[in-house]
Nanobody, 128 residues
Framework: QVQLVESGGGLVQAGGTLRLSCVAS????????MGWFRQAPGKEREFVAA????????SYADSVKGRFTISRDNAKNTVYLQMNSLKPEDTAVYYC?????????????????????WGQGTQVTVSS
């Protein structure tokens, strides 16, 4: 499995921006569909965004559409989540996830069990 390490979390005021990064190692990065999920205290882990191997196809949760952008740089083995217009309800631990698809046939997953590799998470806190 690919190893994933997130960074970029922190404390920000409502309306602010953050960019999360996730660096992958150990496997061919372009074999992987990548995603971001988040989990708030007392809540289940929820889908945020996903991107296919080339970056051409993306998918977003309705709650973040128009505010968050997922992208990837395959030369750097890195996937990003640009978060703009942050709201207090965006406060959560954000997880990077990977789904190995070397034949590039899978549809973009939106469920946690669509992804087999996970990072350790990075905390995002948005104050009101």
């Amino acid at each position: 499995q690919v190893q994933l390490v997130e960074s970029g979390g922190g404390l920000v005021q409502a309306g602010g921006t953050l960019r999360l990064s996730c660096v992958a190692s150990g496997r061919t990065f372009t074999w992987y569909t990548m995603g971001w999920f988040r989990q708030a205290p007392g809540k289940e882990r929820e889908f945020v965004a996903a991107i296919n191997w080339s970056g051409v196809r993306t998918s977003y949760a309705d709650s973040v559409k128009g505010r968050f952008t997922i992208s990837r740089d395959n030369a750097k083995n890195t996937v990003y989540l640009q978060m703009n217009s942050l709201k207090p309800e965006d406060t959560a631990v954000y997880y990077c996830a990977g789904n190995m698809d070397p034949f590039r046939t899978a549809v973009l997953g939106t469920q946690a069990n669509d992804f087999g590799s996970w990072g350790q998470g990075t905390q995002v806190t948005v104050s009101s």
